[in-house]
């Protein structure tokens, strides 16, 4: 059978397939109508929504890398085996030590993996289209960048020879810096580094590169990065490709069964659901009920903010949901989440009536109203530097009440946002706050 004709027939119908010539070992059965074909084992159903939403996510990593999209893409899906382990998946990676969830045998537009949606191989493939010997830094950040949940911004200034050679756990701050690049020079030009990068370059000649692609030397962009405070923000394909969001209301329970369906992904022996939800305004613990597994991840931060595993027990989630975006992944049967006012809102809420707001223009010294419990909503109309004189524990909260403590050393507060001044001590009197 001619592969051409084999394509075809797949786009068609499943097929029971033995991969000959170069092809991996084993039955396969595949489903989908590209770009992506999705293998599994005849055994394993796969959710017929899955392959449509890998090829999803490839066109809209080619579109968002500027690169055209692969024709046509073997994704082939290699459960953990509880017995076996991740035996199977090492075998068809060429670097079984670095293959821990999957691996991307991207000259071959294949990928092994142990999840069905893995969008940090798919990186890899799209991202390295024409290339053979790529270099780790740009191959393993973009992928990163685009496929691995959570980026981290690096708390302290890393050494850009660390980069060099990018071993695992040395990914995330590859990723870091990539996605940087991509924000400040686009991706075109991260494209064309990448392009003109290889393995087989001596460090001297790739950091020759990065000077003549970027107009600065690496360790500046580093160094960049850190003091600008980067923040990843999304990592990208976690909240993409969906349709508009659910929206989630403060004490309505938010139902869902994990199934095998156009939206799902999954396989049948873990089905999943998929999809954007948004919380309403306000901050949120969440509780998770039911057998289910549920899984929250920001839109704005990429932070993977509740889980709860395999039906033990209800559960309710550590540290506050904020609104905003999120994607949440259900798998394994019926979950219920509810979304409840943080308490640690609450102290963010003024116990003195409204009046307590000020908005000064000039020096101003102003007398706190009482004993603690206090909160004073503040909100200034230039940036100010404020210090609270009194020994007892005041904290300045922002406008998502989160707080430090603030006492004779003065801070900066930014004009127009909300701030709150908390004393929670109830044994501890008000004082004075001034404001320079
Ligand atoms: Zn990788």
Redo the contacts with the bound molecule.
Sequence with gaps: MSRQSLVSLLCWAPLLLSCGDGGPDGDWVAVGSGPVLLYSHPKVTICPGSAERAGRLTREIADALSVDVPTRLDYFYVPYDPELGSEELRRHCRQPELAIRGCAIYWENRVFASDVLNS?ELT?VVANRGLRRVHPLTS?GL?VYFGSLPMVAPLEPFEPSRLLDVEPNEHNAAGVLIGSLLDRFGAARVMEFHRNASMDMTEADFRKLFQRTFGESLEVSTQRLFEAGYQPGVSFPECHGFGPPSPIRRGVPFNRHAQCDEAGVGTADDPKTSELVEVEPGSFRVSVRGGGNANLFSCDSGEFLVSRRHGKGDFSSFGRILDGKYRLETSRGAVSLEFERAALLQKCEPTEPADTSIVPKSHVALQLPRRGPVAVPLRFEEERRLAVSTDSPWKLCDEKCSCELVALDARSVEPGSLYWLLLEDETSVGGWIDLQ
């Design positions: 940090h890899h393993e992928a």
